[in-house]
């Protein structure tokens, strides 16, 4: 009997054509800071290269790369994929922002008659133009403007908590000092520190006094007056807490009371309240003997105040302001949707397939600079 021999025919296995090619990145983009691009499909298999141009000038290949952008301006970032059945491209529009100002610096010339002009002046760091935005603390503010040293009229004798607000394109960076309107000031001896940067309205707080020079025999009491109408607390704690009910700034002060009376210490700090209620410290106070006050024979002195101050989140001598920047990520398409920018691709004959999965790509942003507040009461010539 004759054999016979089976014999079967090559089966060739084709690779899938690339579809809804995108781009994913973290946005805002930073200028001089690493940006992380990466990617993704909706099917195609064996990809044999991505070739990326940044619009700068910049190029990479891989399917996840990073670029740093040097100047703030907008991009058209252009990737390339390919495989055996051809080659798709898209491109994605970006904004890379400057890096956030800092170091932001306030001065003024407080105290000052009732209706005698305060002179301020504001100084900042920033690598893109600056607007300022002024609230006086006294109802007022200003639209944002380039001027950086301003003059406001105060029509009442009181102590005033201004702000002002340093922005780019990059985000903002703020300063806080208390002005004194018919007041006397003098050199700072008590710090208000308190127990949380942030907080909501109706949140508890915690204040902290602390004294510069600490005294022997220790303080009698602490009378604690939060600038918002509500009634005085005393403590022999040198802490107290306290919620703010309404949205506005305030003038918290402190009076640090020692030997049955005879003297006080005192304190100030700026809160501001809004949504999100931001308390940075000031040094500006003032110290007197209470006799001395009490019998009139000797006016308290006024030197010009002066504090350098840094934002914190907890109890500390300074503060450290922090620039605000909020990061978005463009989520990864869970279905091809028109909004993609999708290149022409290389004509080929498309065959059905099963769409893979990519993995998601978790990109970080870089945490944004701190900047540091020096307020001081003289303002020095311009350079």
């Given at each position: ?136 603390g006294d109802g007022n503010q200003s639209p944002p403007t380039a001027e950086a040293q301003?003059?406001?009229?105060y029509a009442t004798a009181k102590k005033y908590p201004v702000m002002v607000t340093a ?177 022409t691709p290389t004509p080929t004959t498309p065959e059905p397939a099963t769409a893979t ?27």
């Open positions: 009997m004759g054999q016979t021999t089976a014999t079967s025919d090559p089966v060739l296995i084709r690779d899938e054509p690339i579809k809804e090619l995108a781009i994913e990145v973290a946005l805002p983009i930073v200028e001089e800071t690493t940006a992380l691009f990466k990617a993704n499909r909706a099917s195609g298999t064996n990809i044999m290269s991505h070739r990326w141009n940044f619009g700068d000038g910049g190029t990479a290949q891989g399917e996840t790369v990073s670029h740093t952008y040097t100047t703030p301006g907008t991009y058209d970032v252009t990737v390339i994929a390919r495989n055996s059945r051809g080659e798709r491209s898209t491109t994605r529009t970006v904004t890379v922002v400057a890096q956030p100002p800092t170091n932001l610096r306030l001065w003024h010339n407080s105290p000052q008659p009732v209706n005698q002009a305060v002179t301020f002046r504001a100084q900042v760091e920033s690598s893109d133009p600056i607007s300022y935005t002024w609230h006086w301003p003059p406001h009229l922005q780019n394109s990059g985000g903002f960076v703020r300063a806080t000092t208390i002005v004194y309107v018919g007041i006397a000031s003098t050199v700072p001896q008590v710090r208000i520190s308190v127990s949380q940067a942030f907080a909501m309205v109706n949140w508890s707080i915690t204040l902290y006094a602390d004294l510069i020079t600490p005294q022997s025999p220790a303080p009698d009491y602490y009378q604690w007056d939060f600038g918002d109408g509500s009634q005085p607390i005393t403590t022999t704690a040198p802490s107290v807490s306290h919620s703010y009910t309404t949205e506005m700034n305030y003038v918290a002060n402190v009076q640090v009371v020692f030997d049955g009376g005879k003297s006080v210490q005192e304190g100030d700090v700026v809160v501001l309240m809004g949504k999100v209620l931001f308390v940075e410290l000031v040094l500006n106070s003032h110290t007197f003997p209470r006799s001395t006050q009490e019998s009139g024979s000797t006016s308290p002195t006024t030197p010009t105040p002066s504090a350098t101050a840094t934002v914190a989140a907890t109890p500390v001598p300074t503060i450290t302001a922090t620039p605000i920047l909020t990061p978005t990520l463009t989520p990864l398409p869970t279905t091809p949707t028109p909004s993609l920018n999708v290149g999965a990519t993995p998601t790509l978790i990109a970080t942003a870089p945490p944004p600079p701190t900047a540091t507040v020096d307020l001081s009461g003289t303002i020095p010539p311009a350079p």
